[in-house]
């Protein structure tokens, strides 16, 4: 090959690759490239799905369920296609672009076929925030049996981000089943869990006790009968919002948002945040957190998963800038994008 072609290929390869792990180094763009596979900094995929991430200390700490490498079909439950349940994992980074693995942080149980975090069972969803007077890291997630009946939420708290979190047990909160699900916790400290009930009909909102790993008995029935799931909470401007996806198992639908004044205040429904070429399918993706870059009312980062049903640790993460059109949040589709200084 000539001299010059040579140098083409290669610096086309560096530019490619730089892409391709969403790279960045100090004075380039932080580019996030939504729908391929995303790279921890040892050169692993990510596996962080159904996550949510904790801005703690200057550094950003991203959960997610960590899928075994094999997906099975059940024809014995409703959603058919299943992974191994592998646990919680924790990647780290400062500029949400460069991932490290912080390693599985609340493991599964490989010996007890009757505990909760068996890999036969199903680990989903978990969401961690930090609490300011006991100083733990405490984690909600959706515990559920391989068929999605037993319906429960589980709370592991640990000392530190990256574990290991010690798993307090699951449980149906206020009497009610609990599968997708969230927490968010507000600027004055009261934290709330956010969890599809009633056979996913309808939407429970409970506020948590002082510590975080209980329920207080307060809570809210939201979206009656309206299937709503994935639910994903952020403030911006002190009023709360709630993106949600409908109810097609591993398929995509359409997303909604919903505007409260406060978390246990009446929910108004604002529509599909997502617009463009199809916005009705989510980007073939579904919604699992908002995060506020930096922690502060400015940036705002929309996460979903876009699920591969037939091979599901394959499956992709779709982040996209999230911004106020006329008082309403609109997120729209980008093949790349770059993350603000
Ligand atoms: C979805 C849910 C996912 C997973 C899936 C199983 O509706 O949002 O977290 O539980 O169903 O089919």
């Not at 980074?93 to 076929?113: H, M, N």
Request: glycine share 10%.
């Amino acid at each position: 090959m000539h001299k010059r072609n040579s140098l083409f290929y290669i610096v086309a390869l560096a530019c490619l690759f730089m892409i391709s792990v969403g790279a960045c180094r100090n004075g380039t763009p932080k580019t996030i490239v939504p729908g391929i596979v995303w790279y921890d900094t040892d050169g692993n995929p990510i596996n962080a799905h159904g996550g949510g991430i904790m801005y703690h200390d200057g550094v950003y700490y991203w959960y997610g369920e960590y899928k075994g490498d094999s997906t099975y079909y059940r024809d014995d439950i409703c959603v058919g296609w299943r992974a191994e349940a592998g646990g919680v994992s924790c990647y780290s980074s400062t500029d949400l672009v460069s991932w490290k693995f912080e390693g599985v942080v609340l493991p599964p149980d490989t010996q007890d076929a009757q505990s909760d975090l068996h890999p036969s069972q199903i680990i989903e969803r978990p969401k961690v925030i930090y609490n300011d007077k006991t100083k733990k890291f405490v984690m909600w997630v959706h515990i559920d049996s391989p068929n999605y009946e037993k319906a429960h939420t589980g709370v592991a708290v640990g000392d530190s981000p990256t574990g290991r979190f010690t798993y307090l047990g699951s449980f149906k909160p206020n009497g009610g089943d609990s599968r997708d699900q969230t927490v968010f916790k507000d600027d004055d400290g009261r934290a709330y869990h956010i969890h599809s009930s009633e056979w996913n009909k309808t939407l429970y909102i409970g506020l948590l006790n002082d510590d975080y790993t209980q329920h207080t008995g307060i809570y809210t029935r939201n979206f009656i009968e309206q299937y709503r799931e994935a639910p994903a909470v952020f403030k911006h401007d002190g009023k709360y919002y709630l993106i949600s996806s409908g109810c097609t198992g591993w398929d995509p639908n359409t997303a909604q948002c919903a505007v409260a004044d406060s978390m246990l205040g009446e929910w108004k429904v604002i529509g599909n945040p997502c617009i463009g070429k199809d916005a009705e399918k989510t980007y073939y993706a579904q919604s699992t957190f908002v995060l506020p870059v930096g922690g502060k009312d400015g940036q705002i980062v929309a996460m979903f998963d876009r699920w591969n049903k037939t091979d599901l640790d394959d499956s992709r993460y779709v982040w996209l800038p999230l911004t106020f059109v006329d008082g309403k949040p609109v997120i729209e589709w980008k093949d790349q994008w770059n993350l603000e200084e």
